[in-house]
T-cell receptor, first 118, second 113 residues
Framework: AQTVTQSQPEMSVQEAETVTLSCTYDTSESDYYLFWYKQPPSRQMILVIRQEAYKQQNATENRFSVNFQKAAKSFSLKISDSQLGDAAMYFC???????????????FGKGTKLSVIP | DAGVIQSPRHEVTEMGQEVTLRCKPISGHDYLFWYRQTMMRGLELLIYFNNNVPIDDSGMPEDRFSAKMPNASFSTLKIQPSEPRDSAVYFCACTVNPNTEAFFGQGTRLTVV
């Protein structure tokens, strides 16, 4: 079974600064997808960024980028120019790419609570 | 599209009562998932459907939990009888196919007293 580990329960960053959230995962599969979701106090789970394991290039979405190290099974999220609205819980998630097995569910880490200091 | 719609947003019930949580997925999203979020266990998959058919219910904790998807636009998660340890936030999510993102509803916060 796959596991996802987020080793930082809480992080804080000064507004306009950069912060990196860590995520490691364990899998024996070669084809899979990785995601970062944001959960603000409203509870809504919002996709921040996704990465296909077969792509070597790190995904980027505006101020959000990832450092995907497949061999190390590491998938960190970098938030640049942090804004007050970035304050939330951030969840790393894994999904198998084995569509034949039908394993379409997301396996989540326990989350990292990010605070942004004005 | 209004996104994934869950109701109610909050539910407080007494132990032993039946609770029904509802979900309306995004039209055309054939995969529907029910997740439970607690402080202790984080987000866990309970069950998921493909084209209204339950595919994997191995995450359903006990026989007290049941889920149905009578049509492509509606799903329910029922707990009968409810217990205080069922208190959690329950999310419904959907996706078009496994290679795309899952869209989540705003969740139902269930409190069983």
């Amino acid at each position: 079974a796959q596991t996802v580990t987020q080793s930082q329960p809480e992080m804080s960053v000064q507004e306009a600064e950069t912060v990196t959230l860590s995520c490691t995962y364990d899998t024996s599969e070669s084809d899979y997808y990785l995601f970062w979701y944001k959960q603000p106090p409203s509870r809504q789970m919002i996709l921040v960024i996704r990465q296909e394991a077969y792509k070597q290039q790190n995904a980027t979405e505006n101020r959000f980028s990832v450092n995907f190290q497949k061999a190390a099974k590491s998938f960190s999220l970098k938030i640049s120019d942090s804004q007050l609205g970035d304050a939330a819980m951030y969840f790393c998630a894994y999904r198998s790419g084995d569509t034949l097995a039908g394993s379409y569910q997301l396996t989540f880490g326990k989350g990292t609570k990010l605070s942004v200091i004005p | 599209d209004a996104g994934v719609i869950q109701s109610p947003r909050h539910e407080v019930t007494e132990m032993g009562q039946e609770v029904t949580l509802r979900c309306k997925p995004i039209s055309g999203h054939d995969y529907l998932f029910w997740y439970r979020q607690t402080m202790m266990r984080g987000l866990e998959l309970l069950i998921y459907f493909n084209n209204n058919v339950p595919i994997d219910d191995s995450g359903m904790p006990e026989d007290r939990f049941s889920a149905k998807m009578p049509n492509a636009s509606f799903s329910t998660l029922k707990i009968q009888p409810s217990e205080p340890r069922d208190s959690a936030v329950y999310f419904c999510a959907c996706t078009v196919n496994p290679n795309t993102e899952a869209f989540f509803g705003q969740g139902t916060r269930l409190t069983v007293v």
